[in-house]
């Protein structure tokens, strides 16, 4: 096989055509997230009960998405679950007393973190806890104090 | 009985000296690789021939893959009234199963058949012993630029039949079946991540790019010096490569997943 420029032509296309495939899978199927992506900062809330939260769910207010969950854990002092969400530095003047709560997309969707906004003027920052936190709504407690109001 | 489990003794042994044999054979390839990349133009040829001269097959399979995939994917979300998730399924299923295995498969099956066959019909007509014999090695001029070639086309094309599988379906599910196109790109743009879904889809089509590769040069080099065992080269390299792509694809799959 020799050497000619049709040849070069080819596998150029060829090289040329994988890599935009690659840059199409990274920038157009995920909307660029995961790789650092915008500069975010971290603010961890508290909850009893988390529910089906998992570690990626959106964090929005007013049913924007401003971030997402990073980090979820257990603090075995207090027993209770540590979450923490990383927001979007745009998105730098939520009031500090903003207030955090599981809730359910659709009936039997995916649970996010909505955020309600307080009225602090002093900011969410970096490092900052939120402290009004609201639990997931867990149906079967639902339908059991259902349940036992229709007994009565 | 007895001597079924002769059979199946023999049988496991040969097993585990084949395995041996490719993992040396791989080892020596490896030690290589430094050197071939300083000779290029022979890997860029064999990169047209068994990268550029796979754009057509890889492409047209892709996009009837796509297309095949929103159509049942319509079919069984349109029951839960979950169709604008079309893209979402229709993008994971090719960016972190479909992508890699079939190209891999299709790989083994258009390009593999054909390095093992070269490579054996060389060994059969003495041509890698008269190498030897000029004091050229083989496995420098012949063996390594194929396999370096291979390793480097597959994930290439991995990435092109992703992408024009989701464009296939597409096609179908936004254009015929009436999905919103709004909501076909936005539910993919949230749902799938890049280093959990697709760098893995990456990772995996870089896998099999090595085990095809591996096995369609090593079966080619070990060929029998004879027409059947040319044949039979080309046979295993497509039979094995199937067989282990599946295989390493469920322990990568367990090891993301699980």
Known sequence: MHHNKAMDFATGLFVF????????????????????????YEVTARFDDIGGLRARAPVTMAGVRLG????????TDRLDAVVTLSINTRYDNLPADSIASIRTSGLLGEQFIALDPGGDPEPLAQGDVIIHTQSALVIENLIGQFLYSQGD | MISMWQDLRLAGREFFETLGAVTRFFLRLLVEVPASLLRFGLVWQQLYRLGAHSLLIIGISAIFVGMVLALQGYHILSQFGAVDSLGVMVAMTLVRELGPVLTAVLFAGRSGTSLASEIGLMRATDQLSGMEMMAVDPIQRVVMPRFLAGV??????AAIFSALGIFGGYIIGVGLLGVDAGSFWAQMNTAVDVRTDVMSGIWKSVAFGITASLIAVYEGYNAPPTAEGVSRATTRAIVITAVAVLAINFVITAMIVG
């Open chain 1, 17 to 40: 055509l994988g890599i935009l495939a690659i840059f199409f899978l990274v920038t157009q199927t995920s909307g660029m997230r995961g790789f650092g992506g915008e500069p975010t």
């Open chain 1, 68 to 75: 997402r969950v990073t980090d979820i854990s257990f603090d």
């Open chain 2, 152 to 157: 480097i086309a597959v994930p290439l094309l």
